[in-house]
Structures are given as C-alpha cells and as structure tokens.
C-alpha cells in the first residue's frame, strides 16, 4: 500500500484546510486510517483515526470538535478537514493506514503504512 498525502499549506488562525490521503491497493475498505502529526522540534503525535468497520472516530483532545476524519472507499481516500486552526496546529501531518485493525489505533506503531508527509503552517 502506497500513501499520497495532499492538501497542507499555509493559513490564517481561524482558518480551514483539508488533507487527502491517496492510496493505491484494493484493500482499503479494510484498513483503518489514521492521521499523525509532528509539531516542530517535538515527537509525533495522534490526531484522529477512523475504524475500517464501522466507520467510528477517535480524536485527540486538543483537536476534537475542530477536526473531521473520513473516508471514500470507492476513491481510496482517507481526509482530514481542519477548522478553526489555531498556531499550535503546525506541524507536518501524516497519514497512516492499519492493515489489521481490531479496534480503533491511537499510537504509531500500530499503523503500517505511512504517507511522505503534508506541511500544515497556521499563522497568528
């Protein structure tokens, strides 16, 4: 599996911006995605995950209310829309995909397939 992240930039505080994640296979439908970031010169963190089965999501508390996973299994693409950006939302955001997901994956090592990485810079 293949991830093509898309979508970062830069954007006022207040603002919105949407990232897609591209990914090639067949086997999408069954793969939990997740969405990572890493702010600058800090370790990488959780931000928001859908489960493949049910299509439920988990958020990180410094996110929840402001950011929206989903996903288009005919298009094999997971997003991520981001409202209401504040300066401590920047970071590089990865998307992440679990292959064998029993239930919702919060930590990094649960996830085996990365995307290279979108840049999401949020000015005050």
């Known amino acids: 599996v293949q991830l093509q992240a898309s979508g970062g930039g830069l954007v006022q505080a207040g603002g919105s911006l949407r990232l897609s994640c591209a990914a090639s296979?067949?086997?999408?439908?069954?793969?939990?995605m997740g969405w990572f970031r890493q702010p600058p010169g800090k370790e990488r963190e959780f931000v928001a995950a859908?489960?493949?089965?049910?299509?439920?999501?988990y958020y990180a508390d410094s996110v929840k209310g402001r950011f929206a996973i989903s996903r288009d299994n005919v298009k094999n693409t997971a997003y991520l829309q981001m409202n209401s950006l504040k300066p401590e939302d920047t970071a590089v955001y990865y998307c992440?995909?679990?292959?064998?997901?029993?239930?919702?994956?919060?930590?990094?090592?649960?996830?085996?397939?990365w995307g290279q990485g979108s840049q999401v810079t949020v000015s005050s």
């Open positions: 296979g067949r086997t999408f439908g069954s793969y939990s």
């Open positions: 859908i489960y493949w089965r049910t299509g439920s999501t």
């Open positions: 992440a995909a679990d292959s064998h997901p029993f239930a919702i994956a919060t930590t990094a090592d649960e996830y085996d397939y």
